[in-house]
């Protein structure tokens, strides 16, 4: 079945002056020239049109505008406009469905026009959002914004990753700790927590930086290790480095025994930061300050066992950051289909990575 002419790809019924039948469809591509809202203001006008928002998905799901049920896989789908559903017409089935089926969205009673401006504001702010400012704006509960924004760092996180430092460039790798100081917790708490060394009780994170090479920006990835020691260190690396690829890396010992299979350098922070101009890992000190940024000033204590996905979040904004907020935000959209987390997984005991 093709669309009917009400919910047609770029068919619009608001209001807004962008609101036309001669729009083109929405491009996923960062380098294309974005149509539509460019603001958080003109999004919220745009997207407050349901049909608008129901278009949009529509365009994503189905792109060559022919619908299949997701339950029997027939072509044979009927709309029912004023319900902005569809319905199954084999009558083994006879499945309803919206387009929110099979995605972030799914059996969430909160409109597209709400979700859409979710997407919007979690894609595009630096320091991340928090679920009480996210309730505030949008007049749901905090408990929804919180599953809600948790939702979207699905969208954000990235399916895949290919090998970096293979075109010459240098991959800058760094680690870090993320957790409670000791002289914030209580008394009984420092007591519990904190056993050793200052590090007791917080979680490793590993970072690797593909450093620009005049033809991109700089990008990186980040993932959640035990420990800093080299049997932890050493598989990322190879998983996510080309062979013979120039490393730069700070003293630790758990960087040891990197040659011959990489050109490894690093720079002794006891003596300096910077050696011989290009040896450092300022880049991934950038990220780290961003990253620790969001996690202190605006999420405050993210449990570890959900840290993986404020990570995503923040990769995904580090790396789109040449982009505009609506390529942005076109840019995470399409990464809703396919992808669902349901709330007991959120707070359950199983740790997800």
């Not at 919220?44 to 998905?57: E, I, P, W």
């Not at 009984?188 to 690797?208: F, P, Y």
């Not at 190879?238 to 120039?246: D, I, L, Y």
């Amino acid at each position: 079945m093709r669309f009917p002419d009400c919910c047609a790809p770029g068919t619009n019924s608001g209001n807004y002056i962008l609101d036309s039948s001669k729009l083109k469809p929405y491009n996923s591509d960062m380098n294309t020239k974005d149509i539509g809202p460019q603001s958080l203001l003109e999004a919220v006008r745009y997207y407050s049109n349901l049909d608008v928002c129901h278009n949009y998905m529509a365009k994503l799901k189905w792109p060559n505008g022919i619908l299949t049920c997701p339950k029997c896989g027939a072509a044979n789908v009927g709309f029912i406009q004023s319900r902005r559903m569809y319905q199954c017409k084999s009558q083994e089935c006879r499945k309803q469905f919206s387009v929110k089926v099979g995605t972030i969205f799914e059996d969430s009673p909160l409109g597209l026009d709400k979700w859409f401006v979710a997407v919007w504001c979690i894609t595009n702010a630096k320091n991340g959002i928090s679920s009480c400012e996210l309730a505030r704006a949008l007049k749901v509960t905090q408990k929804s914004a919180w599953f809600m924004l948790h939702r979207v760092r699905l969208a954000m996180k990235t399916k895949t990753f290919n090998r970096i430092g293979g075109n010459g460039a240098p991959v800058e790798i760094d680690e870090t700790y993320v957790g409670g100081l000791a002289e914030h917790m209580h008394k009984k708490q420092r007591a519990i927590r904190i056993t050793s060394n200052g590090v007791a009780g917080k979680t490793a994170i590993m970072g690797l930086l593909e450093r620009h090479n005049g033809k991109k920006h700089s990008t990186v990835r980040a993932q959640i290790v035990p420990n800093r020691q080299a049997a932890s260190l050493h598989p990322v690396i190879h998983k996510h480095v080309e062979p013979g690829a120039t490393i730069y890396t700070d003293s630790l010992a758990g960087y040891r025994g990197l040659n011959p299979t990489f050109d490894h350098d690093f720079v002794d922070h006891a003596e300096s930061y910077v050696r011989n101009g290009v040896i450092h890992t300022n880049g991934l000190e950038n990220f780290w300050a961003i990253l620790k940024r969001a996690l202190r000033g605006t999420y405050i204590r993210p449990t570890p066992k959900h840290l993986f996905r404020y990570l995503d979040e923040q990769i995904l904004r580090f790396n789109e950051r040449k982009g505009t907020d609506a390529q942005r935000f076109h840019f995470v959209m399409p990464n809703t289909l396919g992808r669902r987390i349901m709330y007991k997984e959120l707070i359950g005991t199983v740790f997800e990575h």
